[in-house]
């Protein structure tokens, strides 16, 4: 019976083929807008927050007690290398490096300006973070003798800095003094993590250490997992083995890309919230029109036998092939889309000026979540039975039986 | 004598619902009618009444032959042309009166006047006087769907007439009325087609309403089978 | 004329279709009054505040500062270019500013920031340094050795209002500079890397210690209407010669310029998925009430009705449900748009984010422009109304005889 009930629901669909077409076609387009927009969207969201955690703050950063709030050299880790093989014996940590950091001044003969001191070591931060595929300059070396430099590129360009110029960087040691580096610049380095492509200046751990006085200590361990779903759970055990240090979040560190993240979550689910309400709207004006117009053929069924249940399948299958269609043709479409961005990335080097004040990459590579197509399938089903809940009820109480004999 | 008002010649009609699948609805008609008549196409369903009327009307092309209304050559005429011809010459009367449903009655019978030009006033004029002869005066500010069907049918009629055309085609138009209603309406329409003068061309297969026509011309498998003149 | 009449009954026959009409009609035209008043508004007022807040709207430069800001490239002449500015009609303020880059150092911290000399009375028109001091007072002129310093500068050396502190630097002749100074006055302008670097002394205390006498890095106009900062901008360019270039705040300040357009450029991009659906489903309402009425479309050719005419009216109808739907909406959405342009939303839970991004708006008033308004209005008024020609032209294809017998 049901197959029979199917064969009439495609006929009337093909009997007002254009119409059904229309439909489908309503379903795909904003299917198709909705999902590109969203894995634009999420990738551009998502690529933000990579930067930051890749460039700095890992998914866990560890600081000594009180620096974050006064970042100098008396609120230093002691014991980082107790710390190194703590970390070490944990699965769930995927890499982490340790960092110094000062606030500092860097000049060149010409101009001067403040700069964030970072004394790290090169090869474990291109192990952790790809450190290594921020550069866009120069090479990604300290050079034999470590005294090369990489700086930020906004640093840079405010320094007109280019690759091989001489800079002289200066900060207060341990001791309160004003000490000073004579460098040169090996890279430049572009990471779209704003704060240290204004001020950042990389420079090798041991010299740093000299410089600064500091031969033990460091500023920040941070911490890539293997899976990012276990943040809460090693934040905690990190924080309950070593009470005394400051174990920080990625999403505490920067608050800013959580509510950014958060924002645009909203901003898609009322936006898909308002499409498929008004792509509703469009199939329920339809299938009422189409029931509208079968009253007799109703009647007539009715009349033989066919029971109110059944004709009420009959309906639901129409209303939910178009939606089936329009969901399959949307997401085929949405999804090649998708994989192109994905693959190739949306290219807005035109804006890079204004994507870079946002500290966005200029490339932005769409994300293809399955979450995506399974939310659209239930919103589609969703709006494709509902918009047949009125049409349905005026069907039963039209009287089918007596359209029968309507002219 | 004038006989040249509706020369129908050798026409044809061929309709192709599927490919390779021919119907002949019309084969080699030849038919004239004179200035006044009173006529019916009578035969069984699927004779080729409606085909033939709707060609006259120059609703539908002819696959062969000619069509000459007054000198005319209806079956040359391109879409626009046909319009007006329609509008100024011919009135149509359907069996299922057709009405539009979100016009009042007066505003069916004047619509055509309105579309030839003609001032409010002057429709005003001519829609009582039809009204008044058709007998649905009282009727006039009512909407289609508050009228029984023999009294759309009569304002389907005064909407032909109210243009003055030179012809009234209609087809089956008592086909949906009780017998009162249908020789009530054939009444009126005969006395139009006295009064006014207007050429009348009705297909119908009930004997009823075709004893009242005074050119009977009868169709069996598209062909003309009879045509004889009654008066 | 007897169309429009018609059009006038067919809109009440199609109730359904006619609501559904007007009503998305009127969501899509007041969210897009709406959606470009709140985005104009908003962007209007972060530039406006990124700007005012101290870059300022016009900036007077050596020609070849820009590119290589170096001490060869400054301006030499201060009284010149003052007095080519005082010929210029439009300016309401201006006055020179001498930027450096020096180490400060207090008690137990060294930071590297920008040491400013500026004109502190005519600052107050020129800028909200003024307004944005948090403790402390404003310096005036004949202050000496004074310091007004960044909120987050002051926190980083951890200085209050009457301690001293030194600075070390490079003068306008590459000579070694230092001094003491005391902070009288903090501000905190909410632009958190300005707060965070800035630092102001009166430009003749300045002028003695750089031994910058007669020298500016640039000169900051205040035009007396900011809109007219480009002809203002011309005006000057011609007046100060080949010595001297002045460029308004559209050329400093590009990066932001370009990120508000960005901006826009994505929320538009949304709002066309949204209006593509909801246009989609304003076509399917008509098709559907175009084809219930095929019939009378049929009876109406064969009683001589020219198609050309019957187009008419059937646009007649479209357009008078598009007007009423775009005047509802238009009134909608300029109503929002006045109300929040009165009482402007305040998003402290994207503060953060704007923080960030270096814009200082918590509060970010709609604009009201009703040529605009009138703009988006006509804009969803054509587009309403070609979305609903394709079944009226394609209903209106079909022959007449075909139309009668239309089941």
């Known amino acids: 019976m049901f197959n029979v009930l199917l064969r009439i629901a495609l006929a009337s669909l093909q009997r007002r083929l254009a119409r059904s077409l229309l439909v489908i076609v309503m379903i795909a387009m904003s299917l198709w807008g909705l999902l590109a927009m969203e894995g634009l969207y999420d990738g551009m969201t998502e690529q933000v927050i990579d930067n930051a955690i890749r460039s700095d703050s890992g998914d866990i950063s560890i600081y000594g007690q009180g620096f974050r709030l006064d970042p100098g050299l008396h609120h230093l880790i002691d014991n980082g290398a107790e710390i190194s093989t703590l970390l070490h014996r944990d699965a769930r940590v995927k890499s982490h490096v340790l960092r110094l950091r000062q606030d500092g001044l860097i000049a060149t003969a010409h101009y001067s300006r403040n700069a964030t001191l970072m004394a790290v070591d090169l090869a474990a931060e291109d192990r952790h973070g790809r450190l290594a595929s921020y550069l866009v300059e120069g090479d990604y070396d300290f050079g034999e003798k470590g005294r090369g430099a990489l700086v930020g590129f906004r640093l840079a360009d405010k320094m007109k800095l280019k690759v091989g110029d001489k800079i002289v960087l200066s900060a207060q040691n341990s001791s309160n003094e004003v000490a000073a580096l004579a460098l040169r610049v090996s890279g430049i380095l572009k990471t779209n993590n704003m704060a240290l492509d204004e001020s950042a200046v990389y420079i090798d751990l041991a010299r740093g250490r000299d410089m600064l006085m500091v031969p033990e200590g460091v500023s920040q361990i941070s911490i890539l997992l293997h899976d990012r779903q276990e943040v809460m759970a090693v934040r905690q055990k990190l924080q309950a083995e070593l009470g005394n240090l400051d174990v920080r979040s990625w999403d505490e560190l920067y608050p800013a890309l959580m509510q950014g993240r958060e924002m645009m979550a909203i901003f898609n689910l009322i936006t898909s919230l308002l499409v498929f309400c008004v792509a509703g709207l469009g199939i329920f004006g339809v299938m009422l029109v189409s029931v509208l117009e079968r009253l007799r053929e109703f009647g007539i069924m009715l009349a033989i036998g066919t029971t109110f249940a059944e004709i009420r399948f009959m309906v639901f299958a129409e209303s939910f092939i178009l939606g089936l269609s329009g969901y399959l043709v949307g997401s085929l479409l949405g999804g090649l889309t998708l994989f192109y961005f994905y693959r190739y990335g949306l290219d807005l080097t035109m804006f890079s000026a204004g994507l870079d004040a946002f500290g966005m990459d200029t490339v932005t590579y769409a994300l293809i979540r399955p979450g995506y197509f399974g939310t659209a399938l239930a919103a589609v089903s969703g709006a494709t039975l509902l918009s047949v809940l009125l049409p349905l009820r005026i069907l039963r109480k039209a009287r089918p039986m007596q359209a029968i004999n309507r002219i | ?231 | 004329m007897i169309f429009i009449h018609f059009a006038l009954r067919n809109i009440r026959a199609y109730a359904v279709r006619s609501l559904v009409t007007i009503l998305l009609l009127s969501l899509t035209t007041a969210m897009l009054v709406f959606a470009t008043a709140f985005m104009d508004g908003s962007h209007d007022k972060m530039l406006s505040n990124a700007v005012e807040i101290y870059p300022g709207y016009i900036q007077i430069t050596h020609p070849d500062f820009r590119a290589k800001p170096s001490l060869d490239n400054l301006i030499f002449d201060v009284e010149a270019v003052a007095r080519a500015v005082a010929a210029t009609p439009g300016i309401a303020a201006a006055a020179p500013r001498f930027e450096t880059f020096v180490l400060f150092a207090a008690d137990e911290k060294a930071v590297g920031g920008m040491l400013s000399g500026i004109d502190f009375a005519a600052e107050r028109r020129l800028s909200r340094l003024a307004s944005s001091r948090t403790t402390g007072r404003y310096p005036e002129d004949g202050d000496g050795n004074q310091l007004y310093l960044g909120y987050e500068l002051a926190r980083r050396l951890q200085v209050e209002v009457g301690d001293e502190l030194a600075f070390v630097g490079t003068g306008a002749d590459y000579s070694f500079a230092a001094d003491n100074l005391e902070v009288v006055g903090i501000f905190r302008t909410g632009l958190f890397d300005f707060d965070a670097t800035a630092a102001f002394v009166g430009k003749d205390y300045f002028d003695g210690v750089m031994a910058a006498t007669n020298y500016a890095t640039h000169f900051i106009v205040q035009p007396e209407d900011p809109h007219a900062a480009d002809q203002v901008t011309a005006a000057l360019n011609e007046r100060l010669g080949r010595h001297y270039v002045a460029e308004s705040w559209r050329t400093t300040m590009e990066g932001l310029v370009q990120a508000m357009l960005v901006d826009s450029i994505f929320g538009y991009l949304t709002l066309a998925v949204i209006f593509v659906v909801i246009f989609f489903v304003v076509l399917i309402y008509t098709w559907l009430t175009v084809f219930a009425r095929m019939r009378e479309i049929g009876v109406l050719r064969a009683v001589g009705t020219r198609p050309g005419q019957i187009l008419q009216m059937l646009v007649a109808e479209s357009a008078l449900l598009a007007l009423a739907g775009v005047v509802l909406g238009g009134m909608i959405g300029a109503g929002l748009a006045w109300y929040f342009h009165l009482h402007p939303i305040t998003l402290a839970m994207s503060e953060e984010v704007f923080k960030q991004y270096g814009l200082a708006a918590s509060s970010m008033p709609t604009t009201f422009a009703p040529l605009i308004i009138l703009r988006d209005m006509a804009m969803m008024f054509v587009l309403a109304v070609l979305s609903t020609l394709y079944p009226i032209i394609k209903a209106n294809r079909v022959k007449p005889i075909e139309a009668i017998h239309h089941v």
């Open chain 2, 1 to 231: 004598m004038d006989t040249s008002f509706l020369e129908i010649r050798r026409v044809g009609k061929i309709f192709s619902p599927h490919q390779n699948v021919e119907v002949r609805a019309l084969s080699d008609i030849d038919l004239a009618i004179r200035r006044g008549e009173f006529a019916v196409l009578s035969g069984p369903s699927g004779s080729g009444k409606t085909t033939l009327l709707n060609i006259i009307g120059g609703l539908d092309s002819a696959s062969s032959g000619t069509v000459l209304l007054d000198g005319i050559q209806v079956t040359d005429l391109g879409e626009k042309r046909l319009s007006a011809l329609r509008r100024d010459h011919i009135g149509f009367v359907f069996q299922a009166y057709n009405l539009i449903p979100v016009l009042t009655a007066r505003e069916n019978i004047e619509y055509v006047m309105r579309l030839q030009g003609h001032s409010a006033a002057a429709c005003d004029r001519r829609s009582q006087e039809v009204a008044a002869k058709l007998e649905i005066a009282e009727l006039l500010d009512k909407l289609p769907n508050q009228l029984s069907g023999g009294q759309q049918q009569r304002v389907a009629v005064a909407r032909a007439v109210a243009g003055k055309p030179k012809l009234i085609l209609a087809d089956e138009p008592t086909a949906n009325l009780d017998s009162k209603s249908a020789a009530n309406l054939m009444d009126m329409m005969q006395q139009l087609n006295e009064e006014e003068g207007i050429t009348i061309i009705f297909s119908s297969h009930d004997p009823l309403v075709i004893s009242k026509a005074k050119h009977s011309i009868v169709l069996r498998d598209g062909k003309v089978v009879a045509n004889e003149h009654l008066d």
